[in-house]
């Protein structure tokens, strides 16, 4: 299916701009555990998969930078000596966002034409801004010969997304965008910015993702609270991060913050230990263990952090119902989007139809569903 994307912008690059692009393949992430722990310093069970972006570059001969967005039907004309992040942009500020960034590291960046196009779904929880993000500074890199590390470039398209999208996002996105390896989910420590791939092999069962088709509005300021929520409390504490604090030290300082707050901030503690657990679990092929951990981690983000939305819960319940499906819970920042499930294989067809028909009969409108391979992150294509 990318061969299909990379052919399409490649004669879309050459029928537009008459020369032979660099193309990058940048794709999205599915998360295993670790909701809402990144910008806690905690850790997370993301993976890479094989839906993305793809992207053709070449250097402009001209003073003009030009991007087109296949998908959209969309094109972008701008100069890289004066960027600014744009109101309503929409995608346009991902790609001036990781040219803004890289200037800030005092590179050099020289005008460019660009077409790129993707096949995640948009607002679905599956990570195609951090995709773009990244395959953009991916590009750049290699055109202009910028000699940034892997590293370098996700801390890039984080800052081009907080300071030009205006979401505060953590490091897990980007990360799992650019790292991701082939089969396996990756235990990322969101502190040390490191991780270790696990290969994952769910023997009779699979992964199942069901996009609710719904991103309700407030995701992007209820994110923002969400880390400011975080933030005041560890300060509170004394802390760098709630992944340094347990249990009992937030009963300490209980009577000290709303409830409300309470509840946010025991949810990251009590998901960061879940990934631990899962990390554990999944050495032993545990999957009733797994699948435990994955509806708690959903029960926690519904009841506790309040990220979820009436129409993640009603698919969540849908799959506590159905004794093939060992876990099920919402993927990503929230408020509408996926839910990931963990089903027994040959029960995959038998619950997409029935989930996908009890979910319009609720909300008079369709569910979509599918299943992901576990990919490798950003990187050229020949
Ligand atoms: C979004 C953010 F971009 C991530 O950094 C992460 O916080 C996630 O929500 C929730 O786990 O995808």
Not at 336 to 365: E, P, W
Request: glycine fraction near 8%; aromatic fraction near 10%; charge should be positive.
């Amino acid at each position: 299916m990318n061969k299909k994307l990379v052919k399409e912008i490649k004669s879309s690059f050459t029928a537009h701009y008459k020369t032979k692009p660099l193309i990058v393949f940048s794709p999205g992430r599915i998360n295993l555990i670790g909701e809402h722990t990144d910008y806690n310093d905690g850790f997370a069970f993301p993976a890479a998969i094989n839906k993305g972006i793809a992207l053709a570059i070449s250097k402009s001969d001209s003073n003009v930078s030009s991007t087109y967005a296949l998908n959209k039907n969309e094109i972008y004309e701008f100069n890289t000596e004066n960027i600014k992040p744009l109101e309503d942009g929409g995608w346009r500020n991902y790609v001036l966002g990781v040219v803004a960034e890289l200037q800030m590291l005092g590179k050099n960046i020289g005008n460019f034409n660009s077409v790129f196009a993707g096949n995640i779904p948009g607002g679905a929880g599956m990570s195609s801004s951090a995709a773009l993000e990244n395959s953009f500074v991916f590009g750049l890199n290699e055109l202009f010969d910028l000699g940034l590390t892997k590293h370098d470039m996700i801390l890039v398209s984080q800052k081009a997304e907080h300071n030009y999208a205006g979401v505060k996002c953590g490091i897990m996105d980007q990360y799992a965008s650019m790292f991701g390896v082939k089969k396996s989910a990756l235990l990322l420590d969101c502190r040390t910015i490191e991780s270790e791939p696990f290969k994952i092999n769910f023997k009779d069962y699979k992964l199942m993702l069901i996009n609710s088709n719904v991103k309700h509005d407030l995701s992007e300021s209820a994110y923002n609270d969400r880390r400011s929520v975080c933030e005041k409390v560890s300060q509170l504490l004394g802390i760098d991060a709630l992944r340094d604090a347990s249990k009992e030290d937030l009963d300490r300082i209980k009577s000290d913050i709303s409830d409300e707050d309470y509840q946010k901030a025991l949810y990251v503690i009590n998901e960061n230990n879940r990934v631990k657990l899962f990390s554990e679990a999944i050495k032993k092929n545990d999957l009733i263990v797994l699948g435990n951990l994955i509806y708690q981690s959903h029960e926690g983000l519904s009841t506790n952090y309040k990220v979820s939305c009436e129409e993640l819960d009603f698919l969540v319940a849908r799959a506590k119902e159905n004794p093939h499906v060992l876990g099920a819970r919402m993927m990503g920042g929230g408020f509408g989007g996926c839910t990931i499930n963990l089903i027994k294989k040959d029960q995959f067809k038998k619950f997409k139809k029935g989930v996908s028909k009890k979910y319009r009969a609720a909300f008079k409108k369709d569910c979509s569903i599918y299943s992901v391979k576990l990919s490798r992150g950003t990187h050229l294509v020949d």
